[in-house]
């Protein structure tokens, strides 16, 4: 949807069809240059990157607790879920088969589709507003730096809160070893799909605005619904509760909005910072009166 949506918003309106004020109008260039290096952004990325797979492909038995901090019960076996996660658990599939159908989704589409359809989406703004292809190779990198920042850091606080997730919550005691995944039975908060879709969409959509690209406003329009839908569908699956789903909402636009404009705002801004950072006056005095001299 993304990228069919910027594909039509970026087709070309041909010039001889505009007046001859517009066509120079037209033009002008207005896709800003951005702060980037890619030796400090590569290394970032790539570190970042490393650890955040190393934990969920290697390390993850050994880091994951065995079981649940965060249970929501109370020392006598009773439920102490909260009022609104027991209000939005109501959404989670009935059957495990169910909730399997959810969860496979919600990785077709959190891992799958909306990464193509943002980074695609990404491409046809940047080609249509005459961004050079650097642009968008730096676009890509910052996106995705965005994303394994945010989730390297929602992978160490799930390690460390241990929440049992949903489904695990519902099962009794001696049967919840015997889950698909036990290792996975209590990283619940926050989650983790939801937090990398908002942030994939986030840092496209501040990506396109500090760039200044023509209908940049499609990311956000068709890229937050499509990124709440991820949320929903791992509530559907029972593997996150209505908190760990808003909390990773926000935790992901965080970083998505934070990483761009923190290390990657506007050149013509940032050589105005660096510039004045070097100014200085100097003062010196002697039989024939006193001198300032300095550098702006």
């Given amino acids: 949807m993304l990228a069919l949506a ?13 007046p001859s ?14 702060d980037f290096n890619w030796t400090r952004d590569g290394a970032i990325t790539g570190v970042a990157g490393l650890l955040w797979i190393g934990s969920e492909a290697v390390f993850k038995k050994d880091l994951a607790p065995k079981t649940c901090r ?12 909260n009022a609104v996660d027991r209000w939005g658990r ?20 959190g891992f799958g589709v909306l990464p193509v359809g943002v980074l695609g989406a990404q491409y046809l703004l940047a080609s249509g507003s005459g961004a050079p292809l650097r642009y968008y190779a730096q676009d890509t990198t ?34 919840k070893g015997l889950t698909r995944h036990p290792t996975d039975n209590n990283l619940s908060f926050y989650s983790g799909h939801t937090n990398m879709a908002f942030a994939l969409v986030t840092a496209a959509g501040t990506v396109s605005e500090l760039r200044g690209y023509k209908h940049r406003w499609l990311i956000w329009a068709v890229g937050l619904p499509a990124a709440a839908s991820v949320g929903l569908l791992r509530m559907g699956a029972g593997r996150h509760y209505l908190t760990d789903v808003l ?14 404009l923190l290390l990657h705002g506007r050149q013509e801004e940032s050589q105005a910072q660096s510039r004045a950072a070097r100014m200085s006056m100097n003062v010196s005095g002697g039989l024939g009166g006193v001198m300032f001299s300095g550098q702006f």
């Fill in 70 to 81: 965060w249970c929501d019960r109370s020392a006598d076996g009773t439920d102490t879920l």
């Fill in 90 to 109: 109501g959404v989670m599939a009935d059957t495990a088969e169910g909730r399997e159908t959810w969860d496979l989704w919600s990785n077709i589409g």
């Fill in 6 to 18: 910027s594909l039509a918003a970026s087709s070309p309106v041909p010039t001889e069809a505009l």
């Fill in 142 to 175: 910052i996106i995705v730096e965005s994303v394994v920042v945010a989730s390297l850091v929602n992978q160490l606080v799930k390690f460390s809160v241990g929440r049992e997730r949903p489904f695990v919550h519902l099962l009794p005691e001696d049967q």
């Fill in 21 to 34: 004020a517009a066509r120079q109008g037209s033009d002008a260039p207005t896709v800003q240059a951005l």
């Fill in 247 to 260: 909390v990773g909402a926000a935790a992901g636009t965080l970083f998505g909005v934070g990483m761009p």
